[in-house]
C-alpha cells in the first residue's frame, strides 16, 4: 500500500537560511507523481512543486527545491534563504495514476516549519 | 477569479442535524475531490468524482453523501452529525484523472464544529 512519511513534526529555521523537509514514500507502482503543499495559518493548501518518477531532474520552483532520491524513496524539499512567511505547515504528498487508487492524493502527517527573523 | 470556492468556510451546527457543504471550481476540471483534515491536521481522501461520476469512497460513513449536479460543482451533505465529523473538510480539483502529474488545486476549506 501507499504510504508517506514525514518524520519530523516541528522545525526550526533562522530567517534566510537554508531548511531541508524530510518525506519517504512508499508504492510498488512505478509511475507516480510527489507534491509539497504549504498550508499557512489562514488554512488554504498552496501547491509549491512536482516531481514525476521518470524525471531525470529535481524539481526546483523559485526557493523550492526538490531533493528526489528515488533508490531512497525520498523526496525532501528545500526551501532555500527562509523568509517568515514560510512559517506554515509542510504536507508531501504521493499521487499514482488513475487505474490505482482513482489518482487521490496520499498525504504525509505534514511538518511544522517556524522560521526565526 | 476563485479557482475552487466552498461554501460557507465556517460551519457551526448541534449533533444529530443535517447539512451541505458546496463546492464549484472554475478551473474546467474533470475530477473533484473531497478531504478530510482533522484536528492533529491529517488529511485524508473521502470521495472523488469524474466527470459527474463517483470514483472513490474512501470507508466514508453512509452519513456522508457527495452530489455532483456537474463536472464544476461537488457538493458533500452530512446526514445526522456527530461530534467525531469536526474537522475541516476541502474540495479540490485536479486536470486528467488518468496521469498522475497534475496537481489538485484545493479550495479554502470550511471548519465544520459540531457541539
Known amino acids: 500500500a501507499q504510504k508517506i512519511t514525514q518524520t519530523q513534526p516541528g522545525m526550526f529555521v533562522q530567517e534566510k537560511e537554508a531548511v531541508t523537509l524530510d518525506c519517504t514514500y512508499d508504492?510498488?507502482?512505478?509511475?507516480?507523481?510527489l507534491f509539497w503543499y504549504k498550508q499557512p495559518s489562514s488554512g488554504e493548501m498552496i501547491f509549491l512543486i512536482y516531481?514525476?518518477?521518470?524525471?531525470?531532474q529535481n524539481a526546483t520552483e523559485g526557493r523550492y527545491s526538490l531533493n528526489f532520491q528515488k533508490a531512497r524513496k525520498s523526496a525532501n524539499l528545500v526551501i532555500s534563504a527562509s523568509q517568515l512567511g514560510d512559517s506554515a505547515m509542510y504536507f508531501c504528498?504521493?499521487?499514482?495514476?488513475?487505474?490505482?487508487?482513482?489518482?487521490?492524493?496520499?498525504f504525509g502527517q505534514g511538518t511544522e516549519l517556524s522560521v526565526k527573523p | 477569479d476563485t479557482a475552487v470556492s466552498q461554501t460557507p468556510k465556517y460551519l457551526v451546527t448541534q449533533m444529530g442535524n443535517d447539512k451541505s457543504i458546496k463546492c464549484e471550481q472554475n478551473?474546467?476540471?474533470?475530477?473533484m475531490y473531497w478531504y478530510k483534515q482533522d484536528s492533529k491536521k491529517f488529511l485524508k481522501i473521502m470521495f472523488s468524482?469524474?466527470?459527474?461520476?463517483?470514483?472513490i469512497n474512501e470507508t466514508v460513513p453512509n452519513r456522508f453523501s457527495p452530489k455532483s449536479p456537474d463536472k464544476a460543482h461537488l457538493n458533500l451533505h452530512i446526514n445526522s452529525l456527530e461530534l467525531g465529523d469536526s474537522a475541516v473538510y476541502f474540495c479540490?480539483?485536479?486536470?486528467?484523472?488518468?496521469?498522475?502529474?497534475?496537481?489538485?488545486?484545493f479550495g479554502p476549506g470550511t471548519r465544520l464544529t459540531v457541539t
Open positions: 478551473l474546467g476540471h474533470d475530477t
Open positions: 516531481q514525476g518518477s521518470y524525471d531525470q
Open positions: 468524482y469524474n466527470n459527474k461520476e463517483l470514483i
Open positions: 508504492t510498488s507502482d512505478p509511475s507516480y507523481g
Open positions: 504528498a504521493m499521487r499514482e495514476p488513475y487505474y490505482n487508487q482513482g489518482g487521490k492524493l496520499i
Open positions: 479540490a480539483s485536479s486536470q486528467a484523472e488518468t496521469t498522475y502529474n497534475y496537481e489538485q488545486y
